[in-house]
């Protein structure tokens, strides 16, 4: 069964930190680019930061030098560490996995993450 699942979302202060984390299982993790996306209220899920299955990371231009995506390949995960946050990065973020550029993506259950002014 294939399973994402997030921790380490929460409320922090603007210009805080917070480091998300997404297990995965039921994948062969190695082969898959990973990925994190975010959904605030009222918007289209987005883009915030990709890592393919080589290590090229892409960012959305909202995080660009703030969040870093990085994977572990022995443990089979995937964290987003976000620096400098600020109110405009309050959204559910959700941990994808996609074998291809013409795949379908995974998707975790998502993780609340809220930044207070």
């Known amino acids: 069964q294939v399973q994402l699942v997030e921790s380490g979302g929460g409320l922090v202060q603007v210009g805080g930190s917070l480091r998300l984390s997404c297990a995965a299982s039921g994948i062969g993790f190695s082969a898959y680019t990973m990925g994190w996306y975010r959904q605030a209220p009222g918007k289209q899920r987005e883009l915030v930061a990709t890592?393919?299955?080589?290590?090229?990371?892409n960012y959305a231009d909202s995080v660009e030098g703030r969040f870093t995506i990085s994977r572990g390949n022995a443990k089979n995960t995937v964290d987003l560490q976000m620096n400098n946050l600020e109110p405009e990065d309050t959204a559910v973020y959700y941990c994808?996995?996609?074998?291809?550029?013409?795949?379908?993506?995974?998707w975790g259950q998502g993780t609340q993450v809220t930044v207070s002014s």
């Open positions: 890592i393919s299955s080589r290590s090229s990371t």
């Open positions: 994808s996995a996609r074998l291809g550029a013409f795949s379908d993506n995974i």
